[in-house]
T-cell receptor, first 111, second 112 residues
Framework: SQQGEEDPQALSIQEGENATMNCSYKTSINNLQWYRQNSGRGLVHLILIRSNEREKHSGRLRVTLDTSKKSSSLLITASRAADTASYFCATDGNQGGKLIFGQGTELSVKP | EAGVTQFPSHSVIEKGQTVTLRCDPISGHDNLYWYRRVMGKEIKFLLHFVKESKQDESGMPNNRFLAERTGGTYSTLKVQPAELEDSGVYFC??????????FGPGTRLTVT
């Protein structure tokens, strides 16, 4: 199976609620990144967490990393309709720079 | 500073035809990557250039795909002949340092 597997595959919440997405990977990594793709648009880099970090915040985003479990989570607090998008985690491993993406979580935030 | 740009934004071609996608990286970025997302599946790595050299092309699906980066600036990805399963979104990314990749808006390819 692929690295960077995510769950849930789809998540539907009401505006104002929190959204949590999880990602698992298989190999050792230097860092893990989260990206967002709005429908029909490009990938937007959200946050990068290094392998020696356990938690990172950026605005309404909170990312955790557990290298012992090879997993990460992305929490979006106080969600907005504009947060509706696909969210991907990506790991680099020691792959020479290329990113390994998960299948993504489709987040739908209803107003 | 301009971001990564890709052209065209959308291409519709018939099976058997040829399509060339273009990517202009951020100026000064030596690393250029191609990825694609097929049929709502995960985003998969295709290849990596460092300047004009192919550093890693392990993700190229078959010899119908040809990527070039003459002069180490923009890159092209040619699909010849296109097949139905090539439909998807093709992303280009560039970086200066190894891990901070900036993505373009993607080219949506539809093969009918």
């Amino acid at each position: 199976s692929q690295q960077g597997e995510e769950d849930p595959q789809a998540l539907s919440i009401q505006e104002g609620e929190n959204a949590t997405m999880n990602c698992s990977y298989k190999t050792s990594i230097n860092n893990l990144q989260w990206y967002r793709q709005n429908s029909g648009r490009g990938l937007v880099h959200l946050i990068l967490i290094r392998s020696n970090e356990r938690e990172k915040h950026s605005g309404r985003l909170r990312v955790t990393l557990d290298t012992s479990k090879k997993s990460s989570s992305l929490l979006i607090t106080a969600s907005r309709a504009a947060d509706t998008a696909s969210y991907f985690c990506a790991t680099d491993g020691n792959q020479g720079g290329k990113l390994i993406f998960g299948q993504g979580t489709e987040l739908s935030v209803k107003p | 500073e301009a971001g990564v740009t890709q052209f065209p934004s959308h291409s519709v071609i018939e099976k058997g035809q040829t399509v060339t996608l273009r990517c202009d990286p951020i100026s000064g970025h030596d690393n250029l990557y191609w990825y694609r997302r097929v049929m709502g599946k995960e985003i998969k790595f295709l290849l990596h250039f460092v300047k004009e050299s192919k550093q890693d092309e392990s993700g190229m699906p078959n010899n119908r795909f040809l990527a070039e980066r003459t002069g180490g600036t923009y890159s092209t990805l040619k699909v010849q002949p296109a097949e139905l399963e090539d439909s998807g979104v093709y992303f280009c990314a560039s970086s200066q340092v190894r891990h901070e990749q900036y993505f373009g808006p993607g080219t949506r390819l539809t093969v009918t």
